[in-house]
């Protein structure tokens, strides 16, 4: 039986992958910090099993993935948070608690499961299409997006050697408590089941990066490629409006 381990399984994109990858028949690690969350997930799938913990806890997320009794082919790094910043004023805080988990939550679980790295392990991290260009207020998550896409891109380059796949995954909009609660137009948002279905097709194939609605994220790639001033005056007419 294949396993793979998702972080970030208790709400959105995450619980999805967890729920469809466990009616596949594959043995899955669901972890988050919601307890009672990850409880009722493992009374719905027989071959789901919780890990709580909190990922920006380097010591937490250690003794936990150390846990793993078996080397999971499979790991879905996407846990993860998004918080705006207002009229570019600049709230540390908040850029700390933004690169905690996105950042170094990620930077965690990598470390605490290095160790037990394969060629047959397939690394996924979830970054986002955010940090293809500047997006308003976006300054923190998309800059902790940037630094995923940039350290999931290089590791694919430095742990080839070792067999080990990376991919990483780019949604656009998706339906979530995440965006719920977002307040401007979303283009092209899709429902966490669709997202989860070109996440696994993406994976599946083994791809190096996996991006999704496509029509959205080549749009978005095709904007980035603009000269950056005119990207900049694209982002402040989405301010304005
Ligand atoms: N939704 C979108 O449109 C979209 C677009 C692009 C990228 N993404 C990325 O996709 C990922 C999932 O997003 P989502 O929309 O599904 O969000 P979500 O519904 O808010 O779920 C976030 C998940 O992250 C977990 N999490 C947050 N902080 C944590 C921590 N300190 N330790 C452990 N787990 C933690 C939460 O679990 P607990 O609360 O139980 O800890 C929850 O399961 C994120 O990385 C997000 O940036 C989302």
Redesign the pocket.
């Known amino acids: 039986m294949k396993h793979v381990v998702i ?9 999805q992958l967890a729920r469809d990858y466990a009616r596949q028949g594959w043995q899955v690690t669901a ?4 307890q009672d ?2 409880s009722a997930m493992a009374n719905d799938h027989a071959s789901l099993t919780p890990l709580a ?4 806890d380097s010591e937490q997320t250690y003794q936990a993935l150390g846990r793993l009794s078996v080397v999971p082919d499979l790991i879905i790094l ?5 918080e705006y910043i207002d009229q570019g004023r600049i709230d540390v805080p908040l850029f700390k608690r933004v690169f ?3 950042v170094f ?1 990620v930077l965690n679980c990598i470390e605490a499961l290095q160790a037990g790295f394969s060629d047959a392990t397939h690394l996924a991290i ?5 940090s293809y260009m500047p997006l308003p207020r976006a300054e923190a ?1 998309g800059a902790s ?1 940037a630094a995923i896409s940039y350290i999931a891109n290089t590791l694919s380059a430095d742990l080839a050697q070792q067999g080990v796949t990376v991919s990483l995954v ?10 719920d609660k977002n307040d401007f137009a ?1 283009p092209m ?1 899709v429902s ?1 089941k669709q997202a989860s279905a070109a996440i696994q097709s993406g994976l599946a194939k083994g791809k190096t990066e996996v991006h999704f609605p496509r029509k959205f994220t080549f749009i978005l790639k095709f904007l980035a490629l603009l000269p950056m001033s005119w990207q900049i005056a694209l982002a402040r007419r989405m301010t304005r409006n």
């Open positions: 972080t970030g399984a208790t709400s959105g994109i995450g619980e972890c988050g910090r919601n969350k990850l913990f909190d990922a920006t996407n846990a993860g948070t998004c905690d988990i996105n939550g979830v970054g986002s299409s955010a998550y997006k780019s949604p656009g909009f998706v339906e979530t408590p995440l965006t979303m948002r966490v």
